[in-house]
């Protein structure tokens, strides 16, 4: 059972950086991409930023619109374990948020939907103040 677990959430001001971390304990996850969603109050969860898999494509990023240039996602692996990685700056009150990993095996073009996930994470939250 793959179990993803999110941190480094936390309150920040704007214009402050935060970096989000997400783990797979049990190292049972070998899909095809991981991502980052996103779901403030009152409304559906959102993409924010995808990667692929253990090198797949190259390890291709994808963005959305509303955080090109100001967040990075990116993966680092050892030998037991890896992480997956959502650097945030320049952090606006509109990126208040629980934030979600998210890991999926299929492989088709569909990195933005909810629905093409398999696996969650329980979700940090960022709160953002003016």
């Known amino acids: 059972q793959v179990q993803l677990v999110e941190s480094g959430g936390g309150w920040v001001q704007a214009g402050d950086s935060l970096r989000l971390s997400c783990a797979d304990p049990?190292?049972?996850?070998?899909?095809?991409?991981l991502a980052w969603f996103r779901q403030a109050p009152g409304n559906e969860r959102e993409f924010v930023a995808a990667?692929?898999?253990?090198?797949?494509?190259?390890?291709?990023?994808?963005?959305a619109d509303s955080v090109k240039g100001r967040f990075t996602i990116s993966r680092d692996s050892t030998e037991n374990t890896w992480y997956l990685y959502l650097q945030m700056n320049s952090l606006k009150p509109e990126d208040t948020a629980v934030y979600y990993c998210?890991?999926?095996?299929?492989?088709?073009?569909?990195?933005?939907?909810?629905?093409?996930?398999?696996?969650w994470g329980q979700g940090t939250q960022v709160t953002v103040s003016s």
């Open positions: 998210a890991g999926r095996y299929e492989r088709d073009s569909y990195y933005y939907r909810v629905s093409s996930y398999d696996y």
């Open positions: 049990g190292h049972s996850f070998s899909g095809y991409q």
């Open positions: 990667i692929h898999w253990n090198n797949y494509n190259g390890g291709v990023t994808y963005y």
